[in-house]
């Protein structure tokens, strides 16, 4: 089945607040990538600083050379950009900016996926937009779950499904970080299995950053659609 777009883009405000602010008390984890590396004695594979002993792990291949953890890249069933002022038939625009005026949260429903019993790693997997000027500062994104299911025939502003905080790692985009960016979804995905819940993720930047980081959800030759990326053994 070919994926949907979603021609409606909506949330609750209450929802748009608690996905501006991550916990105070707690300092969030983060993802690492080549421009912005891990500490002394780590390394950045897949996105996550590990030590030497896991590397060898993530790395590790059969007699016959081949990987023993697998990628799977899957495709979004609909698709939404959302904020206070979109409304029921807006449609999905083709380039957005997380952070900044529109706070903006970018909403994905799949469909049925199966959730590996050994998973290693997950990944909502965005592009940065081409041809637009870079973040002025580091922007920070952290996914969360959406709990309720939706229709996109019926979704309105007033029917927006409710969010939820996940322990998952935040994603420190830095200016002049490369086009592919990856937001840790792990926990969220492995909760699917668990709790067969409505399997749709939020992503919305953490704070405010001093610019939008501009990503691209039309699917075209220089930029793919954003797609949920699983490895496992």
């Known amino acids: 089945m070919r994926p949907r777009v ?9 929802g ?21 590396p891990c500490g002394s004695g780590k390394a950045c594979v897949t996105g996550r600083c590990v030590s030497a002993k896991e590397t060898v792990r993530l ?7 081949s990987p023993l953890v697998k990628r799977r890249v899957i495709a979004p069933t609909d698709l939404a950009w959302l904020t206070p002022e979109t409304r029921e038939g807006g449609g999905t625009p083709v380039t957005v900016g997380l952070g900044g005026a529109s706070r903006g949260v970018l909403l994905l429903r799949f469909t ?16 940065r937009a081409p041809r637009v000027d870079p973040p002025v500062g580091p922007v920070r994104l952290r996914a969360r ?11 309105s502003f007033a029917r927006a499904p ?15 970080a490369g086009e592919v960016i990856r937001v840790d979804v792990r926990a969220l995905v492995a909760a699917w299995a668990v709790r067969g819940r409505a399997q749709g993720i939020a992503i919305a930047v953490t704070e405010d950053p ?10 075209s030759v220089e930029s793919p659609a954003p797609a949920l990326e699983l490895y496992a053994r």
């Open 6 to 14: 979603l021609t409606a883009v909506v949330i609750t405000l209450a």
């Open 16 to 36: 748009l607040a608690g996905l501006a602010a991550a916990p105070a008390c707690v300092p969030p984890d983060r993802l690492c990538a080549s421009d912005d």
């Open 59 to 65: 790395l590790e291949v059969d007699d016959a050379g």
């Open 112 to 127: 049925d996926v199966v959730v590996p019993t050994d998973l290693v790693e997950a990944y909502v997997v965005l592009r």
């Open 145 to 155: 779950a959406v709990h309720d299911d939706w229709d996109p025939t019926t979704l």
């Open 162 to 176: 409710r969010l939820a905080d996940v322990p998952t790692p935040e994603t420190r985009v830095l200016p002049g």
């Open 210 to 219: 001093e610019s939008p980081l501009y990503v691209a959800l039309a699917p």
